[in-house]
Nanobody, 116 residues
Framework: QVQLLESGGGLVQAGGSLTLSCAAS????????TGWYRQAPGKQRELVAT???????NYADSVKGRFAISRDNAKNTVNLHMSSLKPEDTAVYYC??????????WGQGTQVTVSS
């Protein structure tokens, strides 16, 4: 199993920036996909961004141009830099890893609140 620990969430004003970090308990170098999802109150969990081992990135349309995902295989971390934050970005953000055997692992989540 892979344990994921998110950090970096908090309260920020609209227009501000935050960087979320996810630390994995095991090597992620062979994990084909890592990423971030979010869930706002009363809504389903949705994809924010993913990044593959080859560095290919995919973003939700709502965050394109504002968020940037990166992964450091040497440090077993996945980061999400968020800028130009909007109140609608308020949600619990979850780190996600798909193992080489296609098992999905999730972190406990970190709250991001954007005030207007």
């Amino acid at each position: 199993q892979v344990q994921l620990l998110e950090s970096g969430g908090g309260l920020v004003q609209a227009g501000g920036s935050l960087t979320l970090s996810c630390a994995a308990s095991k090597s992620i170098v062979s994990c084909p996909v890592t990423g971030w999802y979010r869930q706002a109150p009363g809504k389903q969990r949705e994809l924010v961004a993913t990044i593959t081992t080859g560095g290919y990135t995919n973003y939700a349309d709502s965050v394109k141009g504002r968020f940037a995902i990166s992964r450091d295989n040497a440090k077993n971390t996945v980061n999400l830099h968020m800028s130009s934050l909007k109140p609608e970005d308020t949600a619990v953000y979850y780190c996600y890893v798909r193992s080489p055997l296609s098992h999905d692992y999730w972190g406990q989540g970190t709250q991001v609140t954007v005030s207007s």
